[in-house]
């Protein structure tokens, strides 16, 4: 089974903190994702990763950055938090056009649910 | 630009059949994708159409009409465990790189009562 794991389930930062949300996955997929879900909105992507230290901006990555070093990480990182940043993050991974689900479904971690006060 | 439309929420009894419907605008429309999320739980995956027509899985079915840039997600035989909030999601593919990229719409809150 296809596990991705976030580092923490729920965090308290004070504005002005950087912010570090980490996120694993075991199936040597190609690709990440960082979204942030927030009620009525869905999930937005932030930023997309299809390759180790390749990276594309997504619909919201203002106030966001990301890291992905090895195949297997992706942080998001929130280089000086606000409080409108409050919200549940979300990391995803699949695989690339090769693989065999073609990339077709995003499997998701359980979610960080940040607060900023 | 992209944008999809889904209803906000459905209510329906236990046994009966509910379709979502996902209208989507998109320049590079290459796929059509459903997750189901419960609450407090991670979007899974159900389905991903690719081309005209219905897919069937159990007692769900995916449906896509590229034509009229629209879909729908059928539930038959709604049993309680199918509360839920639905997703759709579509590949705009504009870049091979972008292969893996999908836009989500707002959910679709399914309530199901006794």
């Known amino acids: 089974d296809v596990k991705v794991t976030q580092s923490s389930r729920y965090l308290v930062k004070r504005t002005g903190e950087k912010v570090f949300l980490e996120c694993v996955q075991d199936?040597?997929?190609?690709?990440m994702f960082w979204y942030r879900q927030d009620p009525g909105l869905g999930l937005r992507l932030i930023y997309f990763s299809y390759d180790v230290k390749m990276k594309e901006k997504g619909d919201i990555p203002e106030g966001y950055s990301v890291s992905r070093e090895k195949k297997e990480r992706f942080s998001l990182i929130l280089e000086s938090a606000s409080t409108n940043q409050t919200s549940m993050y979300l990391c995803?991974?699949?695989?690339?056009?090769?693989?065999?689900?073609?990339?077709?479904?995003?499997?998701f971690g359980p979610g960080t649910r940040l607060t900023v006060l | 630009g992209q944008s999809l439309e889904q209803p906000s929420e459905v209510t329906a009894v236990e046994g009966a059949i509910v379709q979502i419907n996902c209208t989507y605008q998109?320049?590079?429309?290459?796929?059509l994708s459903w997750y189901q999320q419960h609450d407090g739980g991670a979007p899974t995956f159900l389905s991903y159409?690719?081309?005209?027509g219905l897919e069937e899985t159990g007692r769900f079915s995916s449906f896509l009409s590229r034509s009229d840039s629209y879909g729908y997600l059928l539930l038959q035989e709604l049993q309680m465990k199918d509360s839920a909030s639905y997703f759709c999601?579509?590949?705009?593919?504009?870049?091979?790189?972008?292969?893996?990229?999908?836009?989500f719409g707002a959910g679709t809150q399914v309530v199901v009562t006794p």
């Open positions: 998109t320049s590079g429309f290459y796929g």
């Open positions: 999601a579509v590949r705009d593919l504009r870049r091979t790189d972008s292969w893996g990229k999908f836009q």
């Open positions: 199936m040597d997929h190609e690709n």
């Open positions: 995803a991974s699949s695989d690339g056009p090769g693989g065999s689900g073609r990339g077709n479904e995003q499997f």
């Open positions: 159409n690719a081309l005209d």
